[in-house]
């Protein structure tokens, strides 16, 4: 984890109190913990609280700040430059929504990264090493290292454990690009502490914290360049899905390089020069700053994990079973230092699971979870479930009930028809194998289709369901109302059939 | 909204008319030393090795229908198909293909690459699937069409489709000297049935058969404005195979499961098409239920700034596109060609709406034929004015030129609602039966 840390200001100083506070001495350690956890971000946390709830003496250690990923350089910053881009994008498009356009437009990015560290600052207070220990956690910062198969050391104290939770999640992957470090570029890890917006910017990486950046810079004045490797944006997602993200990009008037593969970076005249190749022909851009988003791997390679007979790798993390154990039984993982899917709900999720199979000798399953997630650009564009492919390639049967936005009401009322609903059914049975939405709240509205597959709701139970009139997730009804129509055709007896016909 | 004008059903007279037009290009945009055709009449347009296969498939036509001395067309064949058996097949950046592919653009004088284009499988299989068209058509006992006859066979057999397929078996969309494989794949429904049918029936390099399977299996089965259709935006998908291959009856796997074939489908990619134009959610001018045809065309483009003027500022030009339903990219050009050449699926819809397109757009046409592209939210005009009763024609921005694309695949689909010629002559192909066999069609002809 990165600690450093924007400029400090109130807001900052607030954070860091909460996250690392300044004075914080490490206690001295009990003889053995009923549960160990290394790290303090939203596994580890979730973790901590909830072995102390279940009455397990526990200690945590955090090398870097408490909150890890989300709270400090993921999520709660992105998500709230996000909303003030948005805004932006909203000033210069009022005439759309009938409305004057402001004369002068101007962005003022300080303020919007101070908001930003406003938003996060308040954050933080749930997420604080004080409220932890007062939830009888014993909190360590320092770096930990395994000593043993049951014994871990903090910068030379000794702890030792019955169980142990490896939640020490993920940190960014940069691409080896020959010139890039001596040029100096962004990561997540560091973006956050601008206070001033360079005027160009080239952002490597078309997954989803690239596409996310480069929206939001763009919309917050920067001149923006996308590079991504691959044809499309977002690879993991369907084609629509990504297609409609390249044009929205185009409409936002960021310049988007697909195929293109950065291969070299040098400075020129204070400027940051970057060969692009596509398709072997290889072009130039010039910038002021880089921001790579390709990916993340997880921390897990100071860990000693050797010695406490846990076995790992560098791209995949700490290897689990389904139950989240590794092959010492006294050790679980959970969140992104283990999961592929790296998101900050999994990592809640899978804390739970770990704590309740290592305190409780559950049985729970994480091949059960059902896991949505979204990429915040606009349109929002989120997923559960299964993909047609994944299903066909299992050879299910699969039907898709399709809601283009633009066939919803209030998504016309609010200007915001980009976008679908895609509903997965395995055919001829309303039983929903997953869903992919793209809308300006897609990520709002997946999670009626998540909690659908859970309990095991079809679609026809969605489409019997009132939905309130005046929102988009109308899109969903929409969609289980045309199942519904194809259902209701071939349940129709023929006699009756023929007399509607008369 | 709902198109209210009297029916305006295109006539067999002024289709016959239209079709003859659209033959023309291949008569005009032809270097006589080469026989290679060339992708547009713009100024300094290379050849596209897509339209010669397209022009290998319409010489048949134009003799079937007395618009050219079958000499002639034998001749053409002829020429451009000894043209690409002598050509350099070295791979080098300058040759004309590699492994029995062809370099996607050429230049119309040497036959060289240009534009650094890619080695094409796609657009090698459309050049082959016209190459068998005219052998089957062409099959007199003389010693020209004996040689037509085994340039076609010579060229189709040396292409090694197992070399671009990839490790799932999928085929590659292109190879380029300077790069190998490109890293585009298919994905989805699209045009590549005609590839992977002639593919599967080489008799000397035929493709590993998990590639079709490998490729049905990124196709979506969706249910949209309550149709159920194998979806694919652009309509030119949906109607380049089905140029070469009588689809009606016969079914993969795919469209067995889904009691459907892909002529069908198209019939209800068509119906789909009038209803995104129908709810016309970007509010362009001119759009409705006779008003339709959203596919791949050049268009305008925002590098013209009178035209950006008149656009709505949240709207953008895509200039060169894949434009599609119901997800765009739509910026309110339509094709007037793509319509008509969906004629043998819905013959009455397509000839009422192409009918009235041409009513109210006579500028689609120049010279007789299909322009690629209007625009009617381009007019310089208000272009939601009321457009003339008198005249009953409205203004539109239009394309200039001719795209040798859109008046092949004219040219065949109005014969093949006309007479069946293509799809008959394809029927006879066994190696366009051993492909469909090998892709696990069955039923209606193929039984």
Known sequence: MNTSTAPQDAFERERLDNVRPPDWHNPPPADRYGFVVIGGGTAGQVAAYEAAALGARVALIEHGLFGGNCLNVGCVPSKSIIRTSRLYAEMRNGEQYGAQVPLDIRVDFAAVMRRMRGIRARISREESVRRLVAANVDVFFGDARFTGTDTLAVDGTRLRFNKALIATGARPDTPSIPGLAEAGYFTNETVFNLTEAPRRLLVIGGGPLGCEMAQAFCRLGVKTIIAQERPLFLPREERDAAQILADSFARDGMEVRLNARAVGVRVENGQKVVDLVTDGETSTVTVDAILTGTGRVPNVDELNLEAAGVSYDNAIGVHVDDFLRTGNRRIYAAGDACLADKFNHTADASAHLAVRNALLSGRQRVSAFVIPWCTYTDPEIAHVGLYVRQALERKIPVKTFTVPMHDVDRAITDDEEMGFVKIHVKERTDRILGATIVARHAGEMINEITLAMVAGIGLETIAHTMHSYGTQAEGIKLAADAFSRTRVKREIPSPLRRWLQR | ?447
């Open chain 2, 1 to 447: 909204m709902q198109n209210t004008d009297p029916a305006r059903m295109i006539d067999e007279q002024r289709l016959d008319q239209l079709q003859h037009d659209a033959f023309s290009y291949f008569l005009q945009a032809v270097n006589p030393v080469t026989g290679l055709v060339a992708d547009t009449t713009r100024e300094d347009s290379p050849c596209s090795i897509a339209v010669v296969g397209f022009a290998l498939s319409v010489y048949p036509v134009a003799v079937a229908r007395g618009w050219t001395q079958r000499a002639d067309a034998v001749e053409r064949c002829l020429k451009v198909l000894r043209f690409f058996r002598d050509s350099d097949q070295s791979g080098a950046p300058d040759a004309t293909g590699y492994k029995g592919f062809y370099y996607h653009f050429l230049s119309m004088d040497t036959g060289a690459r240009v534009w650094r284009s890619e080695l094409s499988m796609v657009d090698t299989a459309l050049l082959i699937a016209g190459a068998l068209t005219a052998a089957r058509y062409f099959t007199a006992s003389t010693a020209a069409e004996i040689e037509l006859r085994e340039l076609v066979e010579l060229l189709y057999r040396r292409i090694d489709w197992r070399w671009a397929q990839d490790e799932q078996g999928v085929i590659r969309q292109g190879w380029k000297p300077e790069c190998g494989f490109l890293h585009y794949v298919w994905q989805g429904y699209n045009e590549a049935i005609v590839l992977y049918v002639l593919a599967l029936g080489s008799p000397t390099h035929p493709a590993d058969g998990s590639g079709y399977e490998a490729w049905t299996v990124t196709y979506q089965w969706e249910n949209m404005y309550d149709y159920d259709v194998l979806y694919a935006g652009p309509l030119f998908i949906h109607q380049f195979s089905h140029a070469w291959v009588d689809l009606r009856g016969i079914q993969d796997r795919f469209m067995r499961e889904k009691h459907s074939d892909y002529f069908e489908n198209s019939r209800r990619a068509i119906m789909v098409q009038r209803a995104y134009a129908e709810r016309n959610p970007n509010e362009f001018a001119g759009y409705d239920d006779c008003c339709w045809g959203l596919t791949a065309c050049d268009g305008p483009d925002r590098g013209i700034p009178e035209l950006a003027q008149r656009l709505d500022p949240r709207h953008h030009l895509f200039g060169y596109a894949a434009r599609g339903v119901p997800f765009g990219p739509d910026d309110g050009t339509l094709s007037g060609w793509a319509v008509l050449a969906s004629l043998p699926f819905a013959p009455e819809i397509v000839l009422r709406s192409a009918g009235t397109m041409l009513e109210r757009y006579p500028g689609m046409l120049s010279d007789g034929r299909y322009t690629t592209s209007f625009n009617p939210t381009l007019a310089p005009n208000d272009p939601h004015a009321d457009y003339d009763s008198s005249s009953r024609s409205s203004s539109a921005w239009y394309s200039t030129g001719h795209f040798g694309l859109d008046q092949g695949i004219l040219v065949m689909m109005i014969e093949n609602h006309r007479t069946g010629l293509i799809w008959q002559l394809m029927r006879g192909c066994p190696y366009i039966v051993a492909g469909l066999r090998r892709a696990g069609f069955r039923g209606g002809w193929l039984s």
